[in-house]
């Protein structure tokens, strides 16, 4: 019996391993991924949420094996991956990026805030990108 040299490879989240045989060539075959960690998933997801015009507003997010990085979008904008987010002086990220926690406070909400909101984590090491939606309703009082 004798050793062969083997390149591992891994190419968008596939792992593959090329062989060198003698008198063959190099020959492909894709290997099952191993498990080194678990994938990323949400601990606790946003939901759907109606506050009083004025009030503060908490829309939390936290994942399990966080690997990929955390925004949060207003209506399909990105509002980035920073605790303070530019352009919106009343909007912060609270949390612990150790404890997987990123939840967007809203403070002195006002109509302007009634969106949809979308908690999202980007792909990385072997794991998929995930998000979760909630719906802000601002109720304003006469």
């Known amino acids: 019996m004798h050793h062969l040299p083997v390149v591992d490879i891994s190419v968008e989240e596939k792992r593959i391993a090329i062989v060198e045989q003698p008198l063959i060539g190099l020959i492909s075959m894709h290997l099952p991924l191993s498990c080194h960690g678990q994938q990323q998933k949400f601990r606790v997801t946003p939901h759907d949420l109606q506050v009083l015009e004025g009030a503060e507003a908490m829309l939390r997010c ?53 969106a949809e909101y979308q908690c999202q984590v980007g792909p990385a090491r072997l794991n998929s990108a995930i998000r979760a939606n909630a719906k802000l309703t601002v109720i304003y009082i006469v």
């Open 62 to 114: 936290e994942v399990s094996n966080l690997a990929g990085a955390v925004q949060w979008t207003k209506d399909g904008f990105a509002l980035g991956f920073s605790a303070v987010i530019p352009g919106f002086p009343r909007y912060s990220v609270l949390g612990d990026r150790k404890q997987g926690a990123y939840n967007l406070r809203i403070s002195n909400a006002s109509i302007t805030d009634d």
